[in-house]
């Protein structure tokens, strides 16, 4: 009776992890949360380009030399709303001969997107995902995982995730200890 006990116990506190995401298909089982990666297990660089918000292109090639901190979200997503002034902060406090913020918008309207952009004065470039079809690419992140991070070391290989909100303490932390493992500069 102590292990179901136990077991109801650890569901009821996972409860509110699992729901905090908003992905539209998320799985179940999918918790929400951060973790690292150690950098002799980390896979080859993420490969990804697609057009901005702002009419232009990006790729994630063009910045290898520098951290980036890659992160997905959406107009109609709460927990979206919610983290989205740290990054805010984040990037503007960041510096860009080290790190830089790129926001991938997935499965949303062009113009709700940018509104959401011109609301919280986002700074940074975002790429637009409308399919979900980039995100999917995204190493460690379950599909249509909203919100999610990932911070990539200068080589462009994923060395955190983070699945669902995160706060500036945590994604200051993280990518704090990113750039120890990755030394140089741009």
């Known amino acids: 009776m102590r292990r179901s006990g136990a077991a109801l116990a650890a569901l009821l506190l996972a409860l ?6 908003c992905g539209r298909e998320q799985p179940a089982a999918a918790l929400v949360g951060s973790d690292t990666v150690a950098s002799d297990e980390r896979g ?17 090639a063009s910045l290898r030399g520098k951290v980036v901190v ?7 997503c709460p927990p979206c709303r919610a983290e989205i002034p740290a990054f805010v902060d984040f ?7 080290d790190v ?14 940018r509104s959401f952009m011109d609301e919280f004065h986002i700074p940074y ?8 079809a980039l ?6 992140v379950p599909p249509a995982s909203l919100p999610s ?11 955190a995730h983070v699945i669902g909100g995160t706060d500036a303490v945590t994604l200051s932390a993280l990518v704090a200890g990113v750039l120890r493992d990755s030394p140089g500069t741009a």
């Open 91 to 97: 990037s503007t406090s960041a510096n860009p001969k």
């Open 135 to 140: 995100l999917a690419k995204v190493p460690g």
């Open 125 to 132: 470039r975002v790429i637009a995902d409308p399919d979900g």
């Open 44 to 60: 080859a660089p993420l490969e990804l380009s697609g057009p901005t918000l702002d009419g232009g292109t990006l790729n994630l």
């Open 70 to 76: 890659l992160n997905s979200w959406a107009s109609w």
């Open 16 to 21: 509110p992890l699992v729901t905090a995401a």
């Open 100 to 113: 830089v913020v790129v926001g991938l918008n997935v499965t949303d309207d062009p113009d709700a997107a």
């Open 149 to 159: 991070t990932v911070i990539l070391d200068r080589e462009g290989r994923p060395a």
